[in-house]
């Protein structure tokens, strides 16, 4: 065999080898991975069972509710490092009851990958924690949303659920705060984490689906009669509602360069730009108003937004964002997690909410 055909083998074998490889890599990262099947129906008409409701018991007088937002786990394994390292410090510092993550934990085809990691660091803290999801963790069709719950609700102490099949998204489900068995907080976390396109060709965030303000509403009354009175509550979700866009655009004070600074007498914190919501409003925040029920709305998604802001008696919030993303993903002035505290006891309540900034100029 001349070296030239000597050459051209070699040449052969190694494109094989090398196809082989690729053939093998695409396999393992879009072979769909689908969960078990979701099955659950829920109907307005249907029997309310508080018993249904997972539940957190308050042993002190104050509840800590601690936020990790859009930590977004992704192929960096430094950025991963620097990540978890917030979120540890975050725990040692607030030592919270509860911690819950409003979407974006995992990032693209990272999450097959990455999602045993985060599993087992969230485990490690021996807390309860709650997820929904965001658009970041839906990115990769494959890696099912189905199947991540499936990971998700085998831990030990995380409280996910996947919630009705025919509500919009994976992951609408309720915890209530009780105290001696009995519920003095509701906290709903809904799945509205995903983009559509919209029929003047427009590609935006989704609203918050009827079907889904129809179970928040058979919940929040179904809860009110199992407790006999009217229990409190707040929600948590990606995506931020359109009326924390009209009242930033109302009541923030604009600079030159267009940042709105939250007035006090009107909240906290500040936009680096509007919040990005849906063109549509679907009727979600006037069914928390005229309930009366939900008085705080928690959200995520922008990451360089960290306002607080009170509008027709709802106050609604960005979570501040944990760890840092890659650019061009985040371009966060601060990161760091939120905390939310429940004072007081069922007959006298406040709610307290703290930025805790763990890490400025994060560029």
């Not at 051209?8 to 074998?13: A, D, E, H, L, P």
């Not at 769909?32 to 129906?41: A, F, N, R, Y």
């Not at 040692?92 to 045993?116: N, Q, W, Y």
């Not at 609700?153 to 009995?182: D, F, H, R, W």
Request: overall charge negative; some cysteine; glycine content about 8%.
């Amino acid at each position: 065999m001349t070296k030239k055909s000597k050459l051209i083998r070699t040449i052969k074998i190694t494109a094989g080898i090398l196809l082989l490889i690729t053939v093998a890599a695409a396999g393992i990262l879009f072979f769909p991975l689908t969960g078990e099947k979701h099955t659950e129906i829920w109907s307005a008409d249907q029997q309310f069972e508080i018993a249904d409701i997972q539940t957190v018991e308050k042993n002190s007088e104050d509840f800590k509710i601690l936020m990790f937002t859009d930590t977004q786990l992704w192929a960096d394994p430094g950025k991963n490092k620097e990540c978890y390292e917030q979120m540890d410090a975050l725990v040692e510092k607030t030592h919270p009851d509860l911690i819950i993550l409003p979407g974006d934990i995992l990032s693209a085809m990272s999450s097959r990958f990455s999602i045993s990691n985060f599993i087992s660091h969230m485990e490690s803290y021996e807390i309860p924690w709650a997820p929904v999801y965001g658009n970041h963790d839906n990115e990769i069709p494959s890696n099912s949303l189905n199947w991540q719950a499936d990971k998700y609700m085998a831990a030990e102490y995380c409280l996910m659920q996947k919630g009705p099949s025919n509500l919009y998204g994976c992951g609408n489900y309720v915890i209530n705060i009780t105290e001696n068995s009995q519920p003095v907080y509701s906290l709903f976390l809904f799945d509205n984490g995903r983009y559509i396109q919209y029929d003047n060709g427009e590609t935006k965030e989704v609203y918050m689906g009827y079907e889904q303000i129809a179970w928040y509403e058979w919940n929040i009354k179904g809860i009110a009669q199992a407790a006999g009175r009217n229990v409190p509550s707040m929600t948590f979700s990606h995506f931020a509602q359109p009326e924390f866009r009209e009242a930033v655009e109302k009541y923030g004070i604009v600079s030159d360069e267009g940042i709105y600074t939250i007035p006090e007498e009107y909240g906290f914190g500040y936009c680096q730009y509007l919040p990005a919501v849906s063109p549509v409003k679907s009727g979600f925040f006037d069914k928390c108003k005229e309930l009366g029920s939900t008085k705080y709305i928690f959200c995520g998604h922008d990451h360089e937004n960290s306002a607080s802001i009170t509008y027709d008696g709802i106050t609604m919030t960005y979570g501040l964002k944990t760890g840092p993303s890659p650019v061009p993903w985040n371009y966060a002035k601060e990161t760091g997690g939120t905390l939310i505290t429940v004072k007081g006891s069922a007959d006298s309540q406040s709610v307290n909410i703290e930025h805790i900034v763990m890490n400025k100029d994060n560029t």
